[in-house]
C-alpha cells in the first residue's frame, strides 16, 4: 500500500525566518511530487512541483527531491504569517491519469 | 483564476436523499478528472478517477453503486452520493490537470456535504 509520511505538527516559525516541511513516500516506483497548501476549510492549492532529483526554486519556495532515500520536502524562505496553513504532500505513481496519493500534512504557523 | 469549478459548495440535507455534484473544468478540456474526499483532520483521499466516455475507476473500498460518476464530456464530471447518509457527510474535492496529463493537479472548491 502507497504511504506518505509527514509530520503533523503543529510547526511554529518565527516571521522572516525558513520553514522546513519533510515528507517521505513508501513508493519506490513513485514519478511526481507535489506540495499543496491547504487553509482551513478550503480545498488545496498547489504550491510547487517536482519531478528530478535535486532542487526546485519558486520564489520564496523551494522544493526538494531524493529519490534514493524516498524524500521531498519543502522549504519557505523569509516566512510571512499568511504562510500559516496546512501543507500536504502528494505523490503520483505514473502519468497523469493516476490520482495522488496524500500525506495527512503539517499545520505550519508563522508567528509574527 | 480557477481552472476548476465546483458546484455546490454546500450541501445540507435529509438521510436518504441523493445529491449530484459537478465538477467543470474552466478553458480546457480533461480526459481524465480525479474525486476526492476529506474528513475531518484527515488527509485526501482519492475515492475515484473519472474518465471521458466510460467508467469511472474506483479505489478499493470506495462503493460504485453507492457513488456514481459520470464524464460524459471533456469538461464536466458529476458525483452524486445516492441515499445519502450520515457517514457520508465529508468534504468532496474535484480536480483535473491543466495543460496535459502530466501536469500537475488542479482542485476545485470542493463541497461541503453534510447529512441529517
Known amino acids: 500500500q502507497k504511504e506518505v509520511e509527514q509530520n503533523s505538527g503543529p510547526l511554529s516559525v518565527p516571521e522572516g525566518a525558513i520553514a522546513s516541511l519533510n515528507c517521505t513516500y513508501s513508493d519506490r516506483g513513485s514519478q511526481s511530487f507535489f506540495w499543496y497548501r491547504q487553509y482551513s476549510g478550503k480545498s488545496p492549492e498547489l504550491i510547487m512541483f517536482?519531478?528530478?532529483?535535486g532542487d526546485k526554486e519558486d520564489g520564496r519556495f523551494t522544493a526538494q527531491l531524493n529519490k534514493a532515500s524516498q524524500y521531498v520536502s519543502l522549504l519557505i524562505r523569509d516566512s510571512q504569517p499568511s504562510d500559516s496553513a496546512t501543507y500536504l504532500c502528494a505523490v503520483r505513481s505514473g502519468g497523469g491519469a493516476d490520482g495522488l496519493t496524500f500525506g495527512k500534512g503539517t499545520h505550519l504557523i508563522i508567528q509574527p | 483564476g480557477a481552472v476548476v469549478s465546483q458546484h455546490p459548495s454546500w450541501v445540507i440535507c435529509k438521510s436518504g436523499t441523493s445529491v449530484k455534484i459537478e465538477c467543470r473544468s474552466l478553458?480546457?478540456?480533461?480526459?481524465?478528472m480525479f474525486w476526492y474526499r476529506q474528513f475531518p483532520k484527515q488527509s485526501l483521499m482519492l475515492m475515484a478517477t473519472?474518465?471521458?466516455?466510460?467508467?469511472?475507476?474506483?479505489e478499493q473500498g470506495v462503493e460504485k453503486d453507492k457513488f456514481l460518476i459520470n464524464h460524459a464530456s471533456l469538461t464536466l464530471s458529476t458525483l452524486t452520493v445516492t441515499s445519502a447518509h450520515p457517514e457520508d457527510s465529508s468534504f468532496y474535492i474535484c480536480?483535473?490537470?491543466?495543460?496535459?496529463?502530466?501536469?500537475?493537479?488542479?482542485f476545485g472548491d470542493g463541497t461541503r456535504l453534510s447529512i441529517l
Open positions: 517536482i519531478y528530478s532529483n
Open positions: 478553458d480546457f478540456q480533461a480526459t481524465t
Open positions: 480536480s483535473a490537470a491543466w495543460g496535459g496529463p502530466d501536469q500537475p493537479q488542479h
Open positions: 473519472s474518465n471521458e466516455g466510460s467508467k469511472a475507476t474506483y
